[in-house]
Nanobody, 121 residues
Framework: EVQLVESGGGLVQPGGSLRLSCAAS????????MSWVRQAPGKGREWVSG???????IYADSVKGRFTISRDNAKNTLYLRMNSLKPEDTAVYYC???????????????WGQGTQVTVSS
């Protein structure tokens, strides 16, 4: 059974930092691309960042230069380091496995349960 379990969310002040983690199991993690996707209150899902099995990364313009995606294939874990956080980064953040491409969220194979990130003073 595939499982994606996120952790590391919380309340942080504007300008602060958080690191999210996603523990993967039930599939050969190192072989597959992975993404972070977020959903703000009252809004649709937004793709944030992706990383392929070899470590190449891609970011949404809204987070480029502030967020860093990484992976530890030995630990089957995906990370998202978030710096210079803004109130508009407030959302539930999901770890997810793409199906046909980065941006086609309806085709993603697996999703975690999400972790809440709240940026507020």
């Amino acid at each position: 059974e595939v499982q994606l379990v996120e952790s590391g969310g919380g309340l942080v002040q504007p300008g602060g930092s958080l690191r999210l983690s996603c523990a993967a199991s039930g599939f050969t993690f190192s072989r597959y691309a992975m993404s972070w996707v977020r959903q703000a209150p009252g809004k649709g899902r937004e793709w944030v960042s992706g990383i392929n099995g070899g470590g190449s990364t891609i970011y949404a313009d809204s987070v480029k230069g502030r967020f860093t995606i990484s992976r530890d294939n030995a630990k089957n874990t995906l990370y998202l380091r978030m710096n210079s956080l803004k109130p508009e980064d407030t959302a539930v953040y999901y770890c997810a496995k793409p199906g046909r491409g980065w941006y086609d969220l309806d085709e993603y194979d697996y999703w975690g349960q999400g972790t809440q990130v709240t940026v507020s003073s």
